[in-house]
């Protein structure tokens, strides 16, 4: 059983990853989950690969504008930690995969609107 918070997290994560596939991503794993971090998707695209990480929030969306429910942007809470524990999850994620090659770390931003069935995804690409 999922709890509330958790659900609301995989239609995000859902979202993000019809976001990715329309802009041409092969999705490759969700939840890749380790003691010391999780990963959300990892995709690849021009032979790169893409460690993604999703950031939900509800909101009501009206001419494209977003208000979130909780008064802050989704991306505010990739914090230093949060980073620490993404590329160690990566280095893992790369060291038992066997890969060598081009990767970089990117967030998408989903602002759900519950009340009106409406999500819009924004993608930041390369953040550190």
Do not use: C
Request: charged share 35%; net charge positive; aromatic share 8%.
């Amino acid at each position: 059983m999922y709890s509330a918070k958790r659900k609301f997290g995989n239609i995000g994560e859902n979202v993000a990853v019809m976001f990715l596939e329309k802009r041409g991503f092969k999705v490759l794993e969700r939840n890749y989950l380790r003691k010391w971090g999780e990963i959300d998707i990892v995709a690849e695209k021009s032979d790169v690969l893409r460690f993604i990480e999703v950031k939900s929030v509800s909101g009501e969306i009206n001419n494209r504008e977003v208000t979130p429910e909780t008064g802050y942007r989704p991306e505010e809470n990739m914090h230093p930690g949060k980073i620490k524990r993404l590329h160690r999850a990566i280095q893992t994620y790369l060291l038992e995969k066997h890969l060598d090659k081009d990767w970089q770390l990117d967030l998408i931003t989903v602002r759900i609107d519950e009340k009106n069935r409406k999500a819009k995804a924004e993608m930041l690409e390369n953040i550190i």
